[in-house]
């Protein structure tokens, strides 16, 4: 199977215009670091738009269900994860339907993430697998706690994804984070932790390390948990989290898009020699928006091997790149039985 297991879709706010403003503060060291906007000074509307229309991109793009599956050409399935509610800079944010593409009606608030994606997953039964997301400092702790089970009992999502460094929240909390993974354990649904570094300015990297997850590890064995970004840029960290637990996985989004395909290739070569079996490996975008194409990426990954001779090192086994492509996501969330072929 192809499985892209980390995307997002529809509006980052009831404002659609702010998805925009939102990619064009992700993308800015893209295009600093590449030359194309002043590295000294905050780039003016002209220089943006100046960039933007090179690349054919308009910040962090809102796409509905059918164009999110249509950028995905040839993949199986993908995962769209619920951004939850959360303050940034006085605005209310997190995953909205603005322009009404989905079946929820009445009124558009980030409140309703849930339901968008659940939405989402009706409009695409077969391509689309919606993940919840909650925000124990939005409402408290029980309101998390609650959203969550109605989240998958009534809509039917198949996950949780949780942004603890953006929301101002440790992973490692026991008043505010352990209640959530002992939900998500009850529900019998995997977590994707947000433990990664990020250019947003407002998130706190305090709460960023993929190493404040050891308590969860330690404490909730039967738990699905997916690091996301595998840790970029603390990815030696994530990977030593995969070797303690063994019911970690990641999944390589961001960190595919920002390494050359031979670093990719040395990146996956080390796992096995860290005690990480590729199979805790899990092919991922963070589509849509600045590098990350699926197509292009899905490409990097399945032509990894080539680097394989210029390194004089063996190639890694092409079912084991199968396997990172989409058939370990599916394996660990029960879409193909495990030690089935695909």
Same mark, same amino acid.
């Given at each position: ?5 980390h995307t997002h879709i529809l ?35 002209? %220089?943006?738009?100046?960039?933007? *229309?090179? /690349? !054919?991109?308009? $910040?962090?793009?809102? #796409? ?65 697998i919606g993940f919840a997301s ?12 609650? %959203?969550?089970?109605?989240?998958? *009992?009534? /809509? !039917?999502?198949? $996950?949780?994804?949780? #942004? ?179």
């Amino acid at each position: 199977m192809q499985i892209d297991a980390h995307t997002h879709i529809l509006s980052l706010a009831s404002d659609a215009d702010f998805t925009k403003q939102y990619g064009r503060e992700g993308s800015l060291c893209i295009y600093r670091a590449d030359g194309r906007l002043p590295s000294h000074r905050c780039p003016t509307h002209d %220089e943006w738009e100046h960039v933007e *229309e090179e /690349d !054919g991109k308009d $910040g962090f793009g809102v #796409y509905g269900p059918d164009e999110a599956v249509a950028a995905h050409p040839g993949f199986d399935k993908m995962v769209a994860l619920s951004i939850s509610p959360q303050w940034l800079e006085g605005k209310l944010i997190g995953t909205v339907d603005v322009y009404g593409v989905t079946d929820v009606e009445g009124e558009r608030h980030p409140e309703r993430c849930n339901e968008y994606i659940a939405g989402c997953v009706r409009a695409q039964p077969d391509k689309i697998i919606g993940f919840a997301s909650v925000n124990p400092r939005y409402r408290g702790v029980q309101a998390a706690v609650e %959203e969550l089970g109605r989240a998958v *009992e009534q /809509d !039917g999502l198949s $996950g949780v994804k949780l #942004y603890p460094m953006y929301q101002h929240w440790s992973p490692a909390d026991r008043e505010f984070a352990f209640p959530i993974y002992a939900a998500a354990r009850d529900l019998g649904i995997p977590v994707m932790i947000h433990q990664a570094g990020s250019t947003r300015i407002d998130a706190k990297l305090e709460y960023a390390r993929p190493a404040m997850l050891d308590d969860l590890g330690r404490e909730f064995r039967d738990l699905k948990v997916i690091i996301a970004h595998c840790g970029t840029p603390w990815v030696d960290e994530a990977m030593f989290m995969l070797t303690k637990h063994p019911n970690f996985y990641t999944e390589i989004s961001y960190h595919i898009a920002t390494v050359t395909r031979r670093d990719l290739f040395l990146y996956l070569h080390r796992a096995e020699p860290m005690f990480v079996p590729l199979e805790k490996i899990m092919f991922g975008t963070d589509s849509p928006g600045f590098l990350y194409d699926p197509v292009v990426l899905r490409d990097k990954l399945l032509t990894v091997n080539e680097e394989a001779a210029v390194l004089d090192l063996p190639p890694i086994p092409e079912h084991k790149i199968a396997g990172i492509m989409g058939d370990n996501f599916a394996r660990m969330t029960g879409l193909i039985a495990e030690g089935a072929a695909s």
